[in-house]
C-alpha cells in the first residue's frame, strides 16, 4: 500500500461523513424527540413515574450525552487506498511491515499512525471548538 501523502476521494470521504452524521444524528434525536413528553412528566413527583419511564429517560440521555467514538476503516484495492475516518477520543494506526532483506523474508513492523487525536489535549481541536463556540455566540446574540 502507498503509505506517501494522504489523498482524499470526495466521494468516499462524503459517504463516511454522512455516515458518522446520521449516527451522531440518531443518538441525539432519540433524547431529542422524547424530551417534550419527560418534561411534561417533570412535574410528576419522581416517585409517581413508572420506573420503566425513568430508565428510558436515563438511557437516551446517558446516550446522547456521554460522547462517542467511532473508527472505520475502508480499504480500496483498486486504488491503493485506505481511507480512514475517526471521531472521538481514539486513534487509528497501521502496523506496516519494512522489509530489512531482498526476499522480504526479514524486517520489522513500523506503526504508522492515521489519524490525530480529538481531545482537549490537541491545539488543533481546542481552535476548531472555540470557532464554533464563537459562531454560536454570535448567532444566539443577533
Known sequence: ?????PQTDPEVHSVLKNAFVRVDDEMMGTALRLRPEWEAQGSLKPWKQLLEDRLKRVQAFDLAYAGSCALMAVCDPRKDRLHVACVGDS??????????????????WRVQVLSEDQTGNNPKEIKKLAFSLALLFESVCL
Open 1 to 5: 500500500m502507498n503509505t506517501a501523502a
Open 91 to 108: 486513534r487509528a494506526v497501521m502496523g506496516v511491515w519494512e522489509p530489512t532483506s531482498e526476499d522480504g523474508r526479514h524486517g520489522i
